[in-house]
């Protein structure tokens, strides 16, 4: 299908161009807009892949093509794993800022809230200070308001953010969120009467607004409050099971637990946490246990995890930790019969990726260290290093424990092996032999087979040894001697028969070189340089080992 869409793309009535841009008129961008424009209609009709195979070729003819980006990162934001490429083609539109019909503005703003949702304070600011009419007096728009509030209350200036947000009401009092916005202010900052008063306020500006009912729910003090706010809250439509939650611990418990899982509760473990501790633990297992699905930690209700976990049979599988909702994982945990097996790590520092295996938790069994196309695969010494990565907790919430990320010091003292890889080759270029972090043999250079053809041997982590085998037989032709970690001398010996057919010795400032051809044992052929560059060749000419032809001439 997609092959039929590029040949008849070319079919189309040539677009309308703004002749306002200088590149508009360029073949490259009349094709360029031409597939945005097919991949706009397929984005329509929610075919995704296709929309976004168009939007490659269009990026490929325009670099940077802002209006190509925006759509690109629209389809990158339909799934939370693929937050952080909406947010580079996002950056990339507006740093390209090639708009044609679209305003420059629509691009900044849907950046700004990726920034925002993503806990990136400081650079949403940067982006809407540019924007105009963002001046922090409540003009401009409703939307930037919002994200204007959001961003002074992440950057904790919570004094600047509840003057703002009393302004921006003022200009728009049908905006729902500013008045929640506001009322999270004012109880941060111990003011809950007050947050109650925006709410209410809230409340009778948009008497069917669920969002702020659930809000006075929370902040509510008796029981009897609650629940009446927690049914007009279902009432007017609301359907999130923490509302639930918030009538549990009063009257007619039953049914709001019943409402609760109606609601999708089974799938809120930070809900489910708060549950368990107002049911007797048993009751709380039937509840829960056989559970097959996912699981969310949704924090701040935004729609996005901060954790996710992966349930079958009521035995967790998988645990996902993004606490910056960026679609990159912190930590991604896989689980055989609920145990830790296999742990993904991201430390944002010198090692770029971390990866665990478990024999027996928490006995590692190996440690991968991915460092871009590179990664490094240590062996650990079998049930010797114990290494938890969970707080130990009564929670259905998992937490990582400080220090989880172990240094690569660390985890090479404690292996004895090491295996190096390049990109997703599953041949190692070398491996490396451990004792007490310090290298005390390493292979290298393998062949088609992946048999490693050179080995140097350490002492205190300097070589002093190494052979080479050329043709896989087993038997080294080459080897290598070290002084003080630097190469001091090599022989060849080609048919293994103990006789040397060549041997080289390298000098501070000089070489020596040797053949033997009659392999007998001794040397025929030499050739050595002298401190000042002059080259010193001997011949035997009766292959005897005494040098009866010689010759010296310049440098090499």
Do not use: C
Request: hydrophobic fraction near 35%; charge should be negative; charged fraction near 25%.
């Amino acid at each position: 299908m997609i092959s039929v869409i590029l040949v008849s793309l070319f079919l189309l009535v040539e677009p309308e161009i703004s002749a306002q841009e200088s590149y508009a008129g360029s073949a490259e961008f009349r094709i360029a807009h031409g597939y945005v424009q097919q991949a706009e209609v397929l984005y329509r009709e929610g075919r995704y892949h296709y929309a976004a195979r168009l939007l490659d070729a269009a990026l490929e003819f325009l670099p940077g093509y802002s209006e190509a980006a925006l759509l690109y990162a629209k389809i990158d934001l339909r799934t939370q794993d693929t937050t952080w490429k909406a947010i580079e083609h996002l950056e990339t539109a507006v740093r390209s800022n090639t708009w044609v019909h679209t305003e420059p503005a629509a691009g900044a703003v849907e950046l700004a809230r990726l920034y925002v949702r993503t806990f990136r304070f400081q650079e949403a600011r940067q982006i809407i200070l540019k924007l105009e009419d963002t001046a922090p007096a409540g003009r401009g728009s409703s939307e930037l308001s919002i994200l204007w509030a959001q961003t002074l209350i992440g950057l904790g200036d919570l004094g600047a953010a509840q003057t703002f947000l009393s302004e921006a009401l003022r200009q728009f009092p049908q905006s729902p969120q500013l008045y929640k916005l506001l009322a999270e202010v004012l109880n941060r900052r111990g003011s809950r009467q007050s947050a109650r008063d925006v709410l209410q306020r809230g409340i009778k500006e948009m008497p069917e607004e669920a969002e702020l009912i659930y809000q006075l729910a929370a902040l509510q003090g008796s029981a009897d409050g609650r629940r009446e706010l927690v049914e007009r809250y279902i009432q007017v439509g609301g359907s999130d099971p923490a509302a639930a939650l918030l009538a549990v611990g009063g009257g007619s418990r039953r049914r709001y637990l019943d409402l609760f899982f109606r609601m999708g509760g089974n799938g809120r473990i930070d809900h489910l946490d708060q549950l368990r501790r107002m049911l007797p633990e048993e009751e709380f297992r039937e509840l829960i246990d056989g559970y097959s699905g996912s699981r969310i930690s949704d924090a701040n209700r935004d729609g996005f995890y901060e954790q996710r976990y992966e349930y079958e049979g009521g035995v967790l599988k998988r645990w996902i930790s993004d606490q910056d909702q960026n679609g990159i994982p912190e930590a991604t945990v896989d689980f055989e019969r609920g145990i830790p097996r296999v742990v993904n790590l991201s430390s944002g520092g010198d090692l770029q990726d971390l990866q665990y295996r478990y024999s027996d938790y928490p006995f590692l069994h190996s440690a991968t260290v991915f460092s871009g196309p590179l990664r490094q695969e240590y062996r650990m010494i079998p049930y010797t290093v114990r290494h938890p990565v969970f707080v130990a907790s009564e929670q259905l919430q998992l937490q990582l424990r400080s220090g989880v990320i172990a240094g690569q010091d660390y985890i090479r003292r404690n292996s004895y092996g090491m295996e190096e890889y390049s990109g997703d080759d599953p041949i190692p270029d070398r491996r490396i032999h451990l004792l007490d972090g310090r290298i005390t043999r390493v292979d290298e250079l393998p062949d088609a087979r992946g048999n490693f053809t050179r080995t140097i041997y350490y002492a205190g982590s300097l070589p002093v040894k190494g052979f080479r085998d050329m043709d896989g037989d087993g038997s080294p032709e080459i080897r290598e001697q070290f002084l003080n970690g630097r190469l001091w001398k090599i022989t060849m010996d080609q048919d293994g028969d103990g006789n040397n057919e060549f041997e080289q010795v390298f000098e501070s400032d000089s070489y020596r070189m040797y053949w033997d051809y009659d392999n007998d044992g001794v040397y025929d052929s030499r050739e050595f340089s002298r401190s000042d560059g002059t080259l010193v060749r001997g011949f035997s000419s009766r292959l005897n080992g005494i040098y009866d032809l010689s010759d010296s001439g310049g440098s090499r």
